[in-house]
């Protein structure tokens, strides 16, 4: 529930943009902002006023940083995602980070709200732009290693940028897929090339459940779509190096040709948050050609109970203080046996929303409110979580780089950080063994 005077607010915003209506006509990022730039400070205006709005920070490491979109084949069957890669040079335009109003109706639809929400989401957060160079090329002359990320429930490719810019400043590619299992908000295929010419998209929302059905089955049956997801973006990826590469369809001005020799096969991860984090899990046990995966505050619950022993690659649970209980926390135990490694720390005074990029889009108290912040700094959150990120992707993919520098915070040694987990199980006489000695360890 909004709180009043937000509501209040944001009601208001609905009516002044009745009042002056806007053309929603969908452009493509560079022209939107040559054509809107009046209407662009109105927006920007508009949302430090009423959500003390905060920039999406850059990325730390020393490459620039390029995103762009790939979308492979048609029909809902196709792939679609967003890139991030290092780049050759910070002279493009930036991102726009929602590019669709489609998408603000999906949140709508999501928040349970009236579509006329979406309306004011989109005039709020329109204009927002995310620090990545849109379609900038690739900076080639070097294998990079690759990340597949997915997404949580009711978001979509483009609001983990905070996490997918600064892993490509340190000398990553980053895909983020938009899941087709309508798990997203909003997502959109082609039916086919005419489609795509024309610019026809074909939308496809969240989808709820109806009164009386039973959540895990619909869950289950997501979560395996979504790791089949995850393996197909891969196998397209790496596909830039067959005699016929997959052409994208969006039709952008990157040359996809860019990525042959670019990508080190033998280097790659899958990472996600929330429902994400269960993906993480899923395409774990699915496929061998991810050397490890790290899961951002997961939701466990669309998992089946097999799964959870039955990978051998390293894991890595990132947890907020606030999201976790007890249930998800002796499920994420389960994936703990001999010789298997697995890491858990949790941010102190983080919520579930620290790892994606809403939690920079408002101001503090408005951000508190709507529980898109926690205790902590935001910047602060998402740097401890991509940092220690990067130590544990050093470490299992044999990366030549100084990310062992933050290895402390693989075991929670610092005082944002809590070493394995602050949610109590004892109760439940759950205990898990390190993968390093065939003791008992308790994380609580």
Known sequence: MLPPTLHALLCLCGCLALVRPLDWQDLNPVAYIKSSARISKIQALMGAA?????????????????????MFKYTNKSTFLRLYYPSQDDEHVDTIWIPNKEYFFGLSKFLGTHR??????SLLFGSMTTPANWNSPLRTGE???????????????????????DLA???????TVEHRDRSASATYYFNDQCAAEQGNKTWLYLKTLRQGEEELPLRNEQVRQRAKECSEALSLLLCVDCKTPMKNVLDLKFDIKQLKDSIDRNKIAVIGHSFGGATVIQALNNDQRFRCGIALDAWMFPLSEEVF?????????????????????????????????????????????NFADFTFATGKISGYLLTLKGEIESNVAIDLSNKASLAFLQKHLDLQKDFDQWNNLIEGEDDHLIPGTNINTTDQHVTLQTSTETGKQNLD
Request: net charge positive.
């Open 50 to 70: 009423i959500f003390g709005q905060t920039k999406i920070p850059r990325g730390t490491g020393p490459y620039s940083v390029g995103c762009t979109d790939l």
């Open 116 to 121: 006329l929400m979406g309306k004011i989401l």
């Open 143 to 165: 294998k990079y290693p690759l990340i597949v990320f997915s997404h949580g429930l009711g978001a979509f490719r483009t609001i983990y940028s905070a996490i997918g810019i």
């Open 169 to 175: 400043s340190h000398g990553f590619i980053v895909a």
């Open 309 to 353: 022993s039955n990978f051998s690659q390293p894991l890595f649970f990132i947890n907020s203080e606030r999201f976790q209980y007890p249930a998800n926390i002796i499920k994420m135990k389960k994936c703990y046996l001999p010789g298997k490694e697995r890491k858990m720390i949790t941010i102190k005074g983080s919520v579930h929303q």
